[in-house]
C-alpha cells in the first residue's frame, strides 16, 4: 500500500508542476495514471474523466474572469461537466 502511496503523491505533485509549466498533455498524463491508482479505472475511462475535469476546470477560469450572469453561466457548466465527471469514474 505505501508503494502505491507513493505513486499517487507522485502524480498529483507531478500534474501540479506540469500544470505551472503549462504542460497540458503531461498534466492529463499524470490525472489519468493517478485515476488508474485512486479509483481502479482502467485507462480509457481514467482519462476520459480525466478530459471532462479539464473542461471543467476551463469554466472554472472564464467563471472568474466574468461577472454576472455571464460567470453563472460558466460555473453552472463547471458543474455539469464535474458532474459527468463523477458519472464516468464512479460508473453511475
Known amino acids: ?4 502511496s507513493k505513486e499517487l503523491a507522485k502524480c498529483e505533485v507531478g500534474w501540479w508542476r506540469a500544470h505551472h509549466e503549462k504542460d497540458y498533455e503531461k498534466v ?3 490525472m489519468t ?8 479505472a482502467d485507462k ?3 482519462r476520459k474523466a ?12 472564464k467563471a472568474e474572469s ?3 450572469e455571464e460567470s453563472e453561466m460558466y460555473w453552472k ?14 460508473g453511475d
Open 50 to 61: 480525466v478530459m471532462l475535469r479539464v473542461e471543467a476546470a476551463k469554466m472554472h477560469d
Open 28 to 30: 492529463i498524463e499524470l
Open 1 to 4: 500500500m505505501e508503494e502505491k
Open 77 to 90: 457548466k463547471a458543474e455539469e461537466l464535474i458532474f459527468q465527471h463523477f458519472k464516468v469514474i464512479l
Open 66 to 68: 466574468t461577472e454576472g
Open 44 to 46: 480509457e475511462k481514467a
Open 33 to 40: 495514471r493517478e485515476y488508474e491508482l485512486m479509483f481502479g
